[in-house]
């Protein structure tokens, strides 16, 4: 495999990997110091690296991995590619999210077709340069100035050291000035002692230059103010400069971050190790849209309900867009997740513990579980008309309330979760039939939306086209169109030249809409998407 020559444009690596434990934040404080480097006016993107075998996050259950956040071109990936969109306001693509997986398959793949001519096949140097030709393809072919890269998972770990061993072979391969480590530890707080310890932090650095590489930034996230005592016990221990240890503290938004950072000297710092001149952030309109998630008028409280709750990050980007749209809005935010099974027998005195909401939100999902619970919530804010928002499989499982509780038809299903019903309102997409393998079968990406006029829809969006991403491999049965359009349903968005329904609502509601796309995926900070705003601002209202 030939390398990519990369020395006539000078793109600048950060590299973040951590240490102590997993969850750490370490997207956060990737994308954050992206945001602060794009905000000097540099062209800036990220790369996740998931040192997992699976090939993308397609098939991972969402409670234990989190989201799977769909890029626009199809891509089913970490959720940090999601943090990093959100924070760059940029679109990535699948690209951006390197695995295990992916990189042994196209070492396997050249071998078989005998690009390495009879070699033996080796981590060092061939899947270690696939690695680093993955990461330079990206920053050539997007002319970056700057490529941030974080390492999934906890330095020790094994699946982790082809990557770790590739990025240290970048620093000798780039020289010095093109390539800055930031190492993401842990300060913890025993109550018995009430002092924040730096050992750990110690024990994960050491780890780290064992496997070659040496930190230039520490960030070390802790539930207080680093204090100046474990910032000198981290500089000594660790053999970095006190001021290239930064506080990664606890603050009531992650958009605070990249301030709590720049405010520290991360700048300064990154200027003279990457021999960068006269970098000056220009904070725009980002303060502001950070300070937005501060100040509000009113609380306003939404019901999630879902399969997924136990973990809350199995839907941080429906949490996100929420939140979006609140801040805009000057609301501040309650979200309360309820696992939908608690609702799977019909008992009116549970379902009217949700008339204390101002807005009733149903998440993507997959699969039998709690979708009686569902289908018993979506019919409940349509009876008590209560502001009503559904998303894919929420969307399809609407549709299946409607069609039971006003049109009479009451068996009805979808074939996901009764592969025999006799009135499939819900069916598996045609085209998917003949698939076996679940992953990468579905419909992915994004795909062009028809907005008919005169519609809620249409007001929402005030277009006739949106474009949206998508992540289902179930769709509306059109053969029932009519007689749920003759009940007062009104399906108002189709894609596909009018193949695939995509949105649906109901008037005289005070809001009810639901769509088969995934609009959480297009939210920003400071820019809401409008379903999520438009839902938000009546449930604001009080009654």
């Known amino acids: 495999m030939q390398l990519i020559n990369n020395k006539d444009h000078h793109v600048k690596y950060i590299f973040v990997t951590g240490g102590v434990l997993s969850g750490l934040g370490k997207g956060v404080i990737t994308s954050s110091i992206a945001k602060i480097l794009q905000l000097t006016g540099l062209k800036v993107s990220c790369v996740k690296v998931d040192p997992y075998v699976n090939y993308d996050a397609g098939t991972m259950n969402p409670i234990a991995h989190g ?122 707080i025993l109550d018995v002692v009430g002092e924040q310890k730096t050992k750990p932090t110690q024990h994960s650095v050491q780890e780290l230059r064992r496997i070659g590489i040496n930190p230039d930034i520490i960030a070390v996230r802790c539930k207080n103010i680093l204090s100046n005592d474990a910032r000198r016990k981290v500089s000594l221990f660790a053999n970095i400069s006190s001021n290239c240890v930064l506080s990664c503290h606890d603050v009531k938004s992650i958009f605070l971050v990249p301030e709590i950072l720049a405010n520290q000297g991360i700048i ?61 809005l000057k609301n501040k935010l309650e979200v309360t997740w309820i696992d939908s099974e608690k609702f799977d027998i019909t008992s009116k005195q549970k379902l009217s513990l949700l008339k204390k909401y101002e807005g009733i939100l149903i998440p993507g999902g997959f699969g039998k579980r709690g979708s009686e619970g569902i289908i018993n919530v979506a019919n409940f804010a349509r009876e008590a008309n209560i502001p009503f928002l559904g998303i894919c499989f929420g969307f399809q499982l609407s549709l299946v309330s409607f069609a039971r509780n006003v049109c009479g038809i009451y068996n009805a299903n979808s074939t996901e979760i009764d592969p025999a019903t006799n009135d499939p309102v819900v069916e598996f997409m045609p085209e998917q039939k003949e698939i076996n393998n679940l992953g990468g079968t579905m419909r992915l990406g994004r795909h062009k939306i028809l907005i008919n006029s005169n519609t809620l829809a249409s007001k929402i969006y005030s277009q006739n086209f949106i474009n949206k991403r998508h992540r289902h491999r179930y769709e509306f049965n059109k053969k029932y169109l009519s007689v749920l359009h003759k009940n007062g349903m009104i399906l108002s968005g189709y894609s596909d030249n009018g193949k695939r329904t995509e949105i649906l609502e109901i008037p005289h509601h005070k809001f009810y809409f639901a769509f088969q796309y995934h609009a959480e995926f297009d939210s920003r900070p400071g820019k809401p998407e409008q379903a999520f705003e438009s839902f938000m601002k009546v449930a604001s209202i009080k009654s």
């Open 67 to 188: 989201e799977v956040f769909v890029t626009c071109d199809g891509g089913e990936c970490d959720m940090d590619i999601g943090n990093y969109e959100r924070f760059l306001d940029i679109e990535l693509s699948s690209d951006h999210n390197l695995t295990t997986g992916r990189i042994y398959s196209e070492v396997i793949n050249d071998e078989r077709e005998g690009k390495f001519l009879g070699q033996c096949v080796q981590i060092i140097p061939h899947v270690t340069d696939a690695i680093k030709n993955k990461l330079r393809k990206i920053s050539n072919q997007e002319c970056l100035d700057v490529l941030v890269i974080e390492c999934g998972g906890t330095v020790g770990d094994i699946e982790s050291l082809p990557f770790l061993e590739a990025f240290r072979q970048m620093k000798l391969e780039e020289g010095d000035y093109n390539t800055l480590f930031v190492h993401v530890t842990l300060a913890p």
């Open 268 to 328: 300064s710092i990154i200027e003279n190790k990457l021999k960068l001149q006269n970098l000056f952030i220009k904070w725009s309109n980002w303060k502001g849209i950070s300070k937005s998630f501060l100040e509000y008028n009113k609380e306003v409280n939404i019901a999630v309900v879902g399969k997924y709750v136990s973990l809350p990050d199995s839907y941080v980007s429906v949490y996100q867009a929420l939140s979006h749209a609140a801040a805009k």
